[in-house]
């Protein structure tokens, strides 16, 4: 009695000592149909789509197990005789289920239906239920090939849809056809169908397929380092053109131009580095054998460090800050310099008898190497935000000396830093263990084969650690761009000789630059391949270059004098503003009285209209700067002039603002935005393995406040120089550049078969917030009067006056509906995500 309770006691996972633990002639009975469909529309690589369904006897020795919880030993052990083989160690990585699997039971039979899907991403093979997909250079092969316990079944029917592609070979000959592209196999005696079919798919699907090829790894690292290498030769050729236009420059001018130059030639290096780095080792293993590849870990490692380093130098933070970079550099120094002294292989890989000690010591020098890297990024970021004016002085009475600039203190970084290495590696082991788990889900976890390929599996994902984590975090590099333009634009605006409303030719280059860096989103990617992308850089450039061109004669200030033909923004400075506001108020009140009288309310009998059209006139009396009497352009009211300066003296400060409400504003939006592309559906299957999908929504969130920041800022400081006479008219420009370049991506990706992800979706959102923001700085503009008025909309309504304000809300609410339109569509209908592995929302060049 006692043997026989030891015996049950045993787990479900230990292999029984029978030549056949799947009891296969039981399965003889087994009724089978399988099916698998290729989706090749609206999407970048092709999506394998497979179904198994099984009806097994109940008399089948592991029927009972099917019904157990999907943990269970005896339910791995059912699973595995039906969909792998009779060994108890099976690792699919290429295999995704969309759920797991359905078991019901029915009279006399249960049943069992299997989902699971594959992404044509690289060449090989492709093991998804019991079909082999062999994903060849120019053509495609399709086996059935299902577990050896079903082999011996009733094969009902066997079904494959091509989809698009075309069918080359079919062997056995198809019985008939099933749906438009489809072939079925019904064989009769039910014996299984050695289905084996050649496919030959489009060229987009094919092309997409090859992501693991030096060629297309070529031609797509050269489009990124052409983009980044683009930007930094404009910038350097930006900082030429300003040190000779005309006018001295500030010793502050000369300053951030010099860091701006320094900037560039940093970026390109890290560029260099970065990017080129896999293109180099495919290369070489390309060229030589295979074992340059798995030095690329090693050196992935030295490379942070001497990015890192690039970083920190380029900050110029405290002594304290270098001293803290130097400590971490010594361990991740250390491993790179001898990891065989250390219990590594000379790869940096674990061996299965590597000591505890050599685990902890690779652990410490990928998280050193790693924080090095942030350190250097915080100090480059804290000194360009410094000289943005992002961070402010001083103030007097704070220990130290008034006007200092504000400096990095490693005792908040420090913390910070250990505390982001820590999370992001978590959050990387999390990833990682789920990806372990959802591929090896058929493994018996009893077996000690299970333990040892788990725990190599965990220490191959520590080795390239620094190396992933890398490339993820410089792909926000382009947010240092952006800083130093700013910088340089702070520059001038507070030069002496700067103007607030003459179109200086050297300061328009800088806004351009900064808006494909900050703003634009990182198109131009087909098939996955970013060969083209580099072209979108300067798609960003024209596309708000010719909106400032054409909108340039109609703005307000640009429109003429009536007697004398001086452009109205020469004739209206900040000495002015107080009267220029009273006089846009009193031309409020007088309209207001005007539209009572055309209602029969008045309650004033003595003035009549014409008393009141001839002070609407004198408001529009003005002086040029001569002294001479003049009048305001004919169709230009006090009010549009008024509203036309912006609440702010200079555009600097217009933009500041601008970027600080547009910031609030697009907050809720981003969030939208973070949902519908990382967290909904199965767009939360690919954040959720990525190994840095769940930074990387923190950082997606951040991206697009950084878009809506930067756009805002945009619209803030060329306010003066836009068309229109209110907010949202003025914000059509920005919002159109934005939209060009995703109408163009559009057209690429219909040419080349792929979805439009949530391109419109952007494009709405971004025309959202713009309107919003215009709205808010033409409430901003008159915040003096604020105190007069129950709330923030009847002043908006004052500005607006009845008729336009009517418009705008109409104009307004037609956005909304739009975007909800097309948030709704997209959340319901968008296509699944990319495999995981993929970049950022903005690609890894650009925003």
């Known amino acids: 009695m006692a043997l026989l309770l030891g015996c049950l006691a045993l787990p479900g996972e230990v292999a029984r000592a029978s030549d056949d633990p799947c009891g296969t002639g039981s399965l003889a009975k087994a009724q089978v149909s399988a099916s698998l469909r290729l989706e090749h529309e609206r999407r970048t690589q092709t999506k394998l789509v497979s179904r198994l369904t099984v009806r097994v006897p109940s008399s089948w020795q592991h029927a009972t197990g099917l019904l157990l919880g999907e943990d269970s030993g005896a339910y791995r052990q059912a699973m595995r005789c039906l969909l792998r083989g009779t060994e108890t160690q099976y690792k699919w990585s290429t295999e995704w289920r969309p759920r797991a699997p359905r078991v019901t039971e029915e009279k006399g039979v249960v049943k069992v239906q299997v989902d699971t899907y594959a992404w044509a991403d690289v060449t090989g093979m492709k093991y998804l239920g019991p079909w082999d997909v062999e994903i060849g250079k120019n053509h495609w092969r399709v086996r059935l090939n299902p577990a050896a316990a079903l082999r011996r079944a009733r094969w009902t029917s066997v079904a494959l849809d091509p989809g698009s592609a075309s069918a080359l070979t079919a062997s056995p000959r198809p019985t008939g056809g099933k749906g438009d592209t489809g072939l079925l196999w019904r064989p009769k005696p039910q014996a299984m169908p050695t289905v084996d079919v050649r496919i030959d798919p489009a060229w987009q699907r094919s092309w997409a397929a090859q992501s693991d090829r030096l060629r297309f790894l070529g031609a797509s690292t050269t489009g990124e380092l052409l983009w980044d290498g683009s930007l930094a030769g404009l910038l350097l050729a930006a900082a030429r053109r300003t040190r000779r236009a005309a006018g001295p420059l500030t010793a502050d001018e000369t300053a951030q131009l010099s860091t701006l130059t320094r900037w560039a030639w940093v970026f390109l290096?890290?560029?260099?580095?970065?990017?080129?780095?896999?293109?180099?080792?495919?290369?070489?293993?390309?060229?030589?054998?295979?074992?340059?590849?798995?030095?690329?870990?090693?050196?992935?490692?030295?490379?942070?460090?001497?990015?890192?380093?690039?970083?920190?130098?380029?900050?110029?933070?405290?002594?304290?800050?270098?001293?803290?970079?130097?400590?971490?550099?010594?361990?991740?120094?250390?491993?790179?310099?001898?990891?065989?002294?250390?219990?590594?292989?000379?790869?940096?890989?674990?061996?299965?008898?590597?000591?505890?000690?050599?685990?902890?010591?690779?652990?410490?020098?990928?998280?050193?190497?790693?924080?090095?890297?942030?350190?250097?990024?915080?100090?480059?970021?804290?000194?360009?935000?410094?000289?943005?004016?992002?961070?402010?002085?001083?103030p007097p009475g704070t220990p130290g000396a008034p006007g200092i600039p504000r400096e990095l203190r490693l005792r908040h970084a420090l913390p910070a830093l250990v505390l982001a290495v820590v999370v992001i590696g978590l959050c990387q082991l999390f990833a990682s263990e789920r990806d372990w788990q959802r591929a090896s889900w058929l493994s018996a976890h009893g077996d000690p084969a299970y333990g040892t390929a788990h725990l190599e599996a965990l220490r191959n994902e520590l080795t390239w650690f620094a190396d992933t984590s890398k490339d993820w975090w410089l792909a926000y590099d382009w947010i240092l761009v952006g800083l130093a333009i700013l910088a340089?634009?702070?520059?001038?605006t507070y030069r002496p000789v700067a103007s607030a409303h003459v179109s200086d030719p050297a300061e328009e280059l800088w806004f351009l630059l900064l808006f494909p860096v900050m703003v634009g989103m990182g198109l131009g990617w087909f098939t996955g391949n970013g060969a083209l992308s580099w072209l979108w850089f300067f798609v960003h450039l024209g596309a708000l270059w010719l909106g400032l061109v054409l909108g340039k004669d109609r703005a307000v200030l640009n429109r003429p004098l009536q007697r004398s033909g001086t452009p109205l923004g020469k004739v209206l400075d900040e000495a002015r503003r107080h009267d220029l506001l009273d006089r846009a108020r009193r031309f409020r009140e007088v309209h207001a009285k005007l539209r009572r009288l055309d209602q029969g309310q008045s309650d004033d009998e003595v003035h009549s209209r014409r008393v009141y059209e001839r002070e609407l006139r004198g408001l529009h009396h003005w002086r040029t700067p001569s002294g001479a009497a003049d009048r305001l352009p004919a169709d230009v009211s006090v009010v549009d002039a008024a509203l036309a300066l912006g609440p702010r003296t200079t555009g600097w400060e217009n933009g500041c603002r601008a970027a600080v409400l547009a910031c609030g504003i697009g907050l809720p939006v981003s969030a939208l935005m973070v949902w519908s592309v990382q967290l909904r559906g199965e767009f939360l299957t690919s954040t959720l393995y990525y190994r840095y999908g769940l930074p990387d929504v923190l950082m997606s969130l951040v991206y697009w406040e950084v878009t809506w920041a930067s756009a805002g800022f945009l619209l803030g400081a060329l306010w003066r120089r836009l068309p229109g006479r209110r907010g949202p008219a003025r914000s059509l420009p920005i919002t159109a550049a934005f939209a060009l370049p995703i109408g163009l991506d559009a057209v690429g990706n219909w040419f080349t078969r792929e979805g439009q992800s949530n391109l419109a979706l952007s494009a709405a959102a971004m025309l959202l917030v713009m309107t919003l923001t215009g709205m808010a700085i033409d409430l901003n503009t008159f915040q003096g009067e604020r105190r007069y008025w129950q709330s923030r909309l009847g002043l908006l309504l004052s500005i607006y006056q009845m008729r336009y304000f009517s418009l705008q809300m109409a104009y307004l609410f037609a956005q909304l509906i739009a975007f909800l339109t097309l948030w709704q569509f997209?959340?319901?209908?968008?296509?699944?995500?990319?495999?995981?592995?993929?970049?950022t929302p903005g690609g890894t060049a650009g925003n």
């Open 269 to 394: 290096a890290i560029s260099v580095v970065n990017t080129g780095e896999d293109l180099l080792y495919r290369v070489l293993a390309e060229s030589f054998h295979d074992g340059w590849a798995s030095w690329q870990a090693r050196h992935g490692l030295v490379a942070s460090l001497v990015i890192g380093w690039a970083l920190l130098l380029f900050g110029r933070p405290r002594r304290s800050v270098h001293l803290a970079g130097a400590a971490l550099t010594v361990p991740a120094l250390a491993v790179a310099a001898r990891p065989e002294s250390l219990g590594l292989s000379v790869h940096l890989l674990l061996p299965e008898d590597a000591p505890d000690q050599a685990v902890v010591t690779l652990f410490t020098a990928a998280g050193c190497a790693f924080g090095l890297l942030l350190l250097g990024t915080v100090a480059t970021g804290w000194h360009l935000s410094r000289a943005a004016g992002l961070l402010k002085d001083r």
């Open 488 to 492: 340089v634009l702070r520059a001038r």
């Open 826 to 839: 997209f959340t319901d209908s968008g296509g699944p995500p990319e495999p995981p592995g993929g970049g």
